[in-house]
């Protein structure tokens, strides 16, 4: 089957094929000895909360005793 890759570097990909990845939005996209190969990625909001956390360099220890205050000032 072929696909075709627009003027705005965009690829499209045939039906018959995505049918097999019903619900994927992302691929994670490399290249292989010539080849582009898309795996299907399933993207989770805990991955995006600890991608987050990590880009405010919050430990784990911080998120406990965050917790921690959160509980006494009930």
Not at 10 to 28: A, M, N, Q, V, W
Not at 54 to 68: I, N, T, Y
């Amino acid at each position: 089957m072929l696909a075709k890759l627009t003027s705005k570097n965009r690829l499209t990909l045939p039906k018959t094929i995505l049918s097999d990845f019903g619900g994927t939005e992302y691929f994670d996209v490399s290249g292989e000895n010539g080849c582009i190969v898309l795996t299907p990625v399933r993207i989770t909001h805990a991955g995006a909360v600890r991608a987050k956390l990590a880009e405010l360099g919050l430990s784990e220890k911080d998120m406990a005793d965050a917790v921690a205050w959160a509980r006494e000032a009930e």
